[in-house]
């Protein structure tokens, strides 16, 4: 007979494997799924999966779209430790991008150095005053984070559509919802020729290191991994359960704040209507999928943006909706989630004892 | 602005079509819930029962069809979640996330075929005499029989948890899993049995979406609709008749911010020099639900009073 038993102490091998196996889990569904689609399996997971690692505009496009998934995911880790479920970076990072490019817009007609950085500011105090609603709902009225930061998501791209549409709108923009195209000085500088790589790429390398350290060597990172696991001594230790709900949500609004702002002035150029694309809850994935570790969501980050590059070449090779990269992600995290039974507790035999 | 547009008898009628998708998925979450689990994936079955149902109604021409259609493909999404929290134990709140993700995009990638096309139409109920009562008449007796449906099933719900052993036992494994599976009541496979209910009712609130509600599928057209049935569940403090109330309730917001819209209101406000815009008022039902929330958490003993004390708790059989 064999039965569960929980494992007395987590095993850093099978922690590491697990992610690996939801890959490969994810990758065999996937196939299933496009052969009852009617598509050629290996063709499909060659696509998206496979070739944009061996083309070099594809791998610059890798970090573009993994700088923001990073971001929001690092943000996140801390408070998912902690038991604070932030589920509307979505929302803080659309506040980000509006925030941003209001001061972008301010000054459409005066350039200058110190431009970018008032607009990183404007993105991060964005994110973060967005993320403070649930915050202080949660501290001052007990009201659940995730309904009231979710609901945020809705409330923010309708207030996005409002303001291309309204203030923000570009004068000489025959009515389209877009703003004004930002100036040189406005936009984030490039890394690489010929690329779209920007210095966000730098910023979110960057944020790996301050997590990891925050995580690991302050007491900080201490105290939210000691809320997450054991409540009561964190109360006991003098750690309040109201101020680090309000740091968590706030530091992951800033860095989501911080994302949207990079996609506005790098990628972009200018604030659209199609600015959520769903990095805020990808990031959810990255998070888990990372461990909540800061090293492991660099490298989920990367895993994750070629879900959205390989599928949008799978869009138009293969004739697959682009809705198909959610269901790749949903099933990625289910894997992930039945995986980590296997880092928590361990298969054993049922030994008869003798009498 | 013109408000004598805005028909009272018309506006009743309006929000109880438009409460049912809530109705259903939220009195489905509640079962799930008095259980002891917490499922967050309500949006991604709801929305998966939303393209099952169309699909099914388009292609046999049934609206009947549709609707069993929408309940067994919003069951069939739950048991991945039953799976994995109960078997897999695995986190609930992550695993719900997951389920919305999940659902949201098979749905999409389900339902390509099927944009732009216009459902069979499902007759409403004639009542003889009693639906040709002048005012009366339009207020309740001009509906679908899904519409009605709902209300029974949130009768239902109240007299099987508070009338049956069944419901007893079903509370008694939400409140202390322990001690219900010391009395050797199956745990497990009564949750399983709870979240299959959910699941079914949160794809029949998706199929009235998209079969009478809108008519139509169109992607991501649930837009929240599974959240805010979740916030109805708290709204409620978990008994069945405040669902109800709770899903009028953000029925009645929707289609009176809808009606708004269409009255001039916002024509009115701009003729003051209010920079007034539509986007502000397709926020109300978000922003009620959040000012709801905050109305019935504020009160932390009344909050807790009727929730399942074991709510989110993974379970395992010791020994």
């Not at chain 1, 690092?74 to 209001?102: C, D």
């Not at chain 1, 709900?245 to 609004?253: H, I, Q």
Request: with cysteine.
């Amino acid at each position: 007979m064999l039965r569960l038993e929980p494992r007395p102490n987590s095993s850093a091998l099978v922690e590491m494997l697990t992610p690996v196996v939801a890959v490969a889990l994810t990758m065999l569904a996937g196939g299933i799924l496009f052969a009852v689609l009617g598509k050629d399996p290996i063709v499909a997971i060659d696509t998206i999966f496979i070739a944009p690692l061996f083309d070099p505009f594809s791998r610059s496009e890798l970090l573009i779209k993994a700088t923001p998934l990073i971001l929001i995911a690092l943000g996140l880790s801390f408070g998912f430790r902690a038991g604070i479920w932030n589920i509307g970076a979505e929302g803080q990072y659309v506040m980000g991008g509006i925030a941003g490019s209001a001061v972008a817009l301010a000054f459409w007609n005066v350039e200058g150095i110190w431009l970018l950085p008032l607009m990183a500011l404007a993105g991060i105090l964005g994110g973060a005053l967005w993320a403070m609603i649930p915050a202080i709902l949660k501290t001052r009225f007990n009201a659940n984070e995730i309904l009231v930061s979710l609901m945020l998501v809705y409330v923010a791209t309708l207030f996005l559509s409002a303001m291309v549409s309204g203030p923000l709108r570009d004068p000489q923009g025959f009515n389209f919802p877009q703003s004004r195209l930002f100036h040189d000085s406005a936009r984030l500088p490039l890394l690489l020729e010929n690329s779209r790589v920007h210095v966000g790429v730098l910023v979110a390398l960057l944020a790996v290191a301050v997590a990891q350290v925050l995580l690991t060597r302050h007491l900080f990172g201490f105290n939210v991994k000691l809320l997450g696991e054991a409540p009561r001594a964190a109360a006991f230790s003098g750690v309040s359960v109201k101020r680090m709900t309000v740091v968590c949500l706030a530091l992951s609004g800033g860095l989501a704040g911080l994302a949207g702002l990079f996609e506005v002035a790098g990628p972009v150029g200018q604030l659209q209507l199609s600015l959520p694309v769903g990095y805020g809850f990808t990031a959810i994935i990255v998070a888990f999928l990372g461990r909540l570790s800061p090293i492991g969501i660099l490298l989920a980050g990367l895993v994750m943006a070629l879900t959205y590059i390989g599928g949008e070449t799978a869009q138009f090779a293969l004739g697959i909706p682009k809705a198909a990269i959610s269901v790749f992600q949903g099933l990625f995290l289910f894997f992930l989630l039945a995986a980590d039974l296997m880092t928590r507790y361990r298969i054993a035999r049922i030994r008869r004892e003798a009498r | 602005m013109d408000l004598s547009t805005i028909d009272p008898v018309a506006l009743f009628a309006g929000l109880v079509v438009a409460a049912t998708p809530l109705l259903f998925a939220a009195i489905g979450e509640l079962v799930v819930e008095k259980s002891g689990v917490l499922n967050l994936g309500v949006e991604g079955m709801m929305i998966i029962g939303a393209v099952c149902g169309f699909a099914a109604a388009s292609n046999s021409g049934s609206p009947v069809v549709g609707f069993l259609a929408g309940a067994a493909g919003g069951a069939a999404i739950s048991m991945i979640f039953a799976v994995l929290v109960l078997v897999f134990l695995s986190n609930q709140v992550a695993t719900g996330l997951a389920l919305t993700l999940f659902g949201l995009g098979l749905a999409a990638l389900i339902g390509q075929p099927y944009t732009g096309i216009k459902p069979p139409d499902f007759e409403e109920v004639h009542v003889p005499v009693l639906s040709d009562l002048p005012v009366l008449g339009e207020l309740f007796f001009q509906y679908d029989l899904v519409l009605y449906f709902g209300v029974a099933v949130v009768a239902l719900v109240w007299l099987f948890l508070n009338r049956t052993r069944a419901g007893l036992v079903l509370r008694a494994v939400g409140e202390n899993h322990d001690a219900a599976h010391s009395l050797g009541y199956p745990v497990v496979l009564i949750r399983f049995a709870a979240i299959g209910f959910g699941g079914a009712c949160a794809g029949l609130g998706g199929a009235y979406l998209s079969l009478v509600r809108v008519p139509q599928w169109t992607e991501g057209m649930t837009a929240g609709a599974g959240w805010i049935a979740l916030a109805i569940v708290v709204f409620a403090t978990w008994k069945p008749w405040r669902v109800l109330l709770g899903a009028w309730l953000f029925g009645g917001v929707t289609i009176l911010q809808l009606n708004l819209q269409a009255s001039g209101f916002l024509s009115w406000l701009q003729s003051l020099g209010i920079p007034a815009q539509a986007q502000y008022l397709s926020m109300a039902p978000y922003l009620v639900t959040i000012l709801v929330l905050v109305l019935i958490s504020a009160d932390r003993t009344r909050a807790r009073l009727n929730a399942p004390a074991c709510l989110g708790r993974a379970f395992t059989a010791a020994g």
